[in-house]
């Protein structure tokens, strides 16, 4: 009878784990395949709500413009539970006119985003302890710590 329910218990648990990745997903689902039902100066702000639903983020300038985001994330291994891949990184800009129309459409995945190269330079100081600016500003960090010049 043991043996039995050992042997219930090991196979549930074993049926239960998934050799599948868990998938986060953010945002609209098939964006790249709703993004094609969209048809420049023929349709709506109605007719994008209502195949892609509410944009992620909404400006409004002297157009209106509406952004949709997809975004797949999995994990690296299940071994490093930390590590993350991104597996889609969609963005869909839609331009619309003053009344309401489709006017513009871009559509952005991850071989067309920017990587962006940051500066290695390091600022240097302009002034020197003999300079004006350093005097006042120690005489003002040195009131600042000390306001009624006790410690003196």
Known sequence: MKNIVLLLSIFLT????SIQKAIKHHGVHKLELKEKKLILNISNKNDIIKILGPPSVESKF?????FFIERKISNKSSFKLSKQVII????????LDNYGILKNKDFY??????????????????????????????SMRQKLNDPLGVRR
């Open 62 to 66: 002297n157009t209106e413009v509406l």
């Open 88 to 95: 889609t990184n969609n963005v869909l800009v839609v331009e």
């Open 14 to 17: 074993i049926a239960n784990c």
């Open 109 to 138: 995945d991850l071989t067309k985003m920017n990587d962006l190269k940051f500066s290695k330079k390091i600022t240097t100081v302009d002034y020197t302890k003999d300079s004006f600016i350093y005097n006042f500003l120690s």
